[in-house]
Nanobody, 128 residues
């Protein structure tokens, strides 16, 4: 059974930074692509960033470009989301998710229906 555990959320002022972590167990981490998704109240869950098993292929949603960085450490079974220059509109529950790896690139990495396993989510609140 695959388990994903997020950490690193919290309350931060606008302009601040947070680093989210997601530790994966129960799966061969190097065989899975990983994504970070977020869901704000009243909105659909959407991909913020995604990364292929090797780390070579990445995807960033427009709101994340230039501010967020996704990375992974396969030796630690961990994926990270470094979030800088945070804005109040970044406030949401952030989820990490895993999918079997394939040759997807770009926006294909962001297809939510292909992600099979999900963490419980971590709240990020950005105050103005």
């Amino acid at each position: 059974q695959v388990q994903l555990v997020e950490s690193g959320g919290g309350l931060v002022q606008a302009g601040g930074s947070l680093r989210l972590s997601c530790v994966v167990s129960g799966s061969t981490f190097s065989n899975i692509d990983m994504g970070w998704f977020r869901q704000a109240p009243g909105k659909e869950r959407a991909c913020v960033a995604a990364i292929s098993w090797s780390g070579v292929r990445t995807y960033y949603a427009d709101p994340a470009k230039g501010r967020f960085t996704i990375s992974r450490d396969n030796a630690k079974n961990t994926v990270y989301l470094q979030m800088n220059s945070l804005k109040p509109e970044d406030t949401a529950v952030y989820y990490c998710a895993a999918r079997p790896t394939d040759a997807s690139t770009g926006q294909a990495l962001a297809v939510i229906d292909l992600y099979r396993d999900w963490g419980q989510g971590t709240q990020v609140t950005v105050s103005s």
